[in-house]
């Protein structure tokens, strides 16, 4: 039937196809031309069946290695829940002068870049040819802690900033802090993303939720693939919109006709709507088409981002410093035989 099937795709015929079916000496020189096409020699194919059950024996040994890799990382994801604790209060106090709970003391402040010293000298040459009295000087600009820390963060990284529109601007601005919470030591593989906002007039909620459920475990039927612990499933929350500011649905109105009477009503309805605030609700389904596998896959990327990249390095993506070093380590350019091997397998 395969080999059928791969003849009608080829010849675009189902009644060729249905032909080939009739007659047992056509559809077997069908699979066997189709099993030459297909069938690539390995190094298998090639060695003495002594040889062969050695090679067996080292796969076992690969599997269990495989296994033993998954629980070297289970033990890592201990050791992250370990540190995470001694990370924390460096996060709080981050949040607290980000928010302008506290300020930060003149020693906390003092920053020593390399291009220091011309900066000093810039600024003091500017202030030398400028005689403005001490008078009529306008009072410093003195915001609360660092207005737009986390949403100057969303627009600056792509993968953020693609799910981030206009609407979800203003309800970003209370974003105060985002915390990765790690499993406990008798819990599922797993970590929480938490998105704590101020009181805002959007929703009710204080702290959105988003956990990725994580497995590190050799797939019984290919084991040879395990690269370390996957994300495998994702929970959202339920954000308790004020009425009329859900921005993840819009209001379209509509004509609708009555059929007998041909009377003409406009009708008003609400449709789902791109917002960043979408990642609060994934896709859910155990049969999804390619696009949602995509969308879900790239969720997973966003997820594993925030915990590995934006959380622990929060202040260089707001300044661009994490930035350039993401762009040097993307664009860093081929050796000569790396290119020919590129080219190669593109050819």
Same mark, same amino acid.
């Given at each position: 039937?395969?080999?059928?099937?791969?003849?009608?795709?080829? !010849?675009?015929?189902?009644?060729?196809?249905?032909?080939?079916?009739?007659?047992?000496?056509?559809?077997?020189?069908?699979? *066997?031309?189709?099993?030459?096409?297909?069938?690539?020699?390995?190094?298998?194919?090639?060695?003495?069946?002594?040889?062969?059950?050695?090679?067996?024996?080292?796969?076992?040994?690969?599997?269990?290695?495989?296994?033993?890799?998954?629980?070297?990382?289970?033990?890592?994801?201990?050791?992250?829940?370990?540190?995470?604790?001694?990370?924390?209060?460096?996060? *709080?106090?981050?949040?607290?002068?980000?928010?302008?709970?506290?300020?930060?003391?003149?020693?906390?402040?003092?920053?020593?870049?390399?291009?220091?010293?011309? &900066?000093?000298?810039?600024?003091?040459?500017?202030?030398?040819?400028?005689?403005?009295?001490?008078?009529?000087?306008?009072?410093?600009?003195?915001?609360?802690?660092?207005?737009?820390?986390?949403?100057?963060?969303?627009?600056?990284?792509?993968?953020?900033?693609?799910?981030?529109?206009?609407?979800?601007?203003?309800?970003?601005?209370?974003?105060?802090?985002?915390?990765?919470?790690?499993?406990?030591?008798?819990?599922?593989?797993?970590?929480?993303? &938490?998105?704590?906002?101020?009181?805002?007039?959007?929703?009710?909620?204080?702290?959105?939720?988003?956990?990725? /459920?994580?497995?590190?475990?050799?797939?019984?039927? *290919?084991?040879?693939?395990?690269?370390?612990?996957?994300?495998?499933?994702?929970?959202?929350?339920?954000?308790?919109?004020?009425?009329?500011?859900?921005?993840?649905? /819009?209001?379209?109105?509509?004509?609708? /006709?009555?059929?007998?009477?041909?009377?003409?009503?406009?009708? !008003?309805?609400?449709?789902?709507?791109?917002?960043?605030?979408?990642?609060?609700?994934?896709?859910?389904?155990?049969?999804?088409?390619?696009?949602?596998?995509?969308?879900?896959?790239?969720?997973?990327?966003?997820?594993?981002?925030?915990?590995?990249?934006?959380?622990?390095?929060?202040?260089?993506?707001?300044?661009? &410093?994490?930035? &350039?070093?993401?762009?040097?380590?993307?664009?860093?350019? #081929?050796?000569?035989?790396?290119?020919?091997?590129?080219?190669? #397998?593109?050819?």
């Amino acid at each position: 039937l395969s080999a059928i099937n791969e003849f009608k795709k080829y !010849t675009g015929s189902d009644r060729v196809g249905d032909q080939v079916m009739q007659n047992p000496q056509a559809l077997a020189a069908l699979q *066997d031309r189709l099993d030459s096409i297909t069938h690539t020699p390995s190094v298998m194919d090639s060695l003495p069946t002594s040889v062969k059950r050695r090679v067996n024996a080292l796969k076992n040994l690969q599997v269990k290695s495989a296994h033993i890799e998954a629980k070297f990382y289970e033990e890592v994801h201990e050791l992250e829940r370990k540190y995470a604790a001694l990370y924390q209060p460096l996060f *709080d106090k981050r949040k607290e002068i980000v928010t302008g709970a506290v300020e930060p003391t003149d020693e906390e402040c003092e920053w020593h870049s390399d291009h220091e010293e011309e &900066e000093l000298a810039d600024e003091l040459q500017k202030k030398a040819s400028i005689e403005e009295p001490k008078e009529e000087a306008a009072a410093e600009e003195n915001p609360k802690g660092i207005p737009e820390f986390w949403l100057t963060i969303f627009r600056s990284v792509d993968m953020l900033s693609d799910m981030l529109q206009e609407h979800d601007e203003p309800i970003l601005r209370h974003l105060q802090d985002i915390k990765v919470i790690f499993s406990g030591p008798d819990e599922p593989m797993s970590f929480t993303l &938490e998105f704590h906002f101020e009181p805002n007039i959007y929703f009710k909620n204080t702290v959105l939720t988003k956990m990725y /459920k994580m497995k590190s475990e050799p797939e019984a039927e *290919d084991p040879f693939s395990f690269e370390g612990p996957e994300i495998i499933d994702c929970e959202g929350c339920e954000i308790d919109w004020y009425k009329g500011k859900d921005v993840t649905v /819009k209001t379209i109105k509509k004509k609708q /006709k009555h059929k007998g009477r041909g009377i003409v009503r406009t009708v !008003t309805k609400q449709v789902p709507t791109d917002s960043f605030f979408n990642f609060f609700n994934p896709i859910k389904g155990t049969k999804l088409d390619e696009d949602s596998e995509f969308t879900l896959a790239t969720d997973f990327e966003i997820g594993h981002f925030f915990r590995e990249r934006i959380v622990p390095r929060a202040v260089l993506y707001f300044t661009g &410093e994490a930035l &350039e070093d993401d762009e040097s380590f993307e664009e860093e350019e #081929l050796d000569e035989g790396e290119e020919e091997v590129c080219m190669s #397998l593109l050819l």
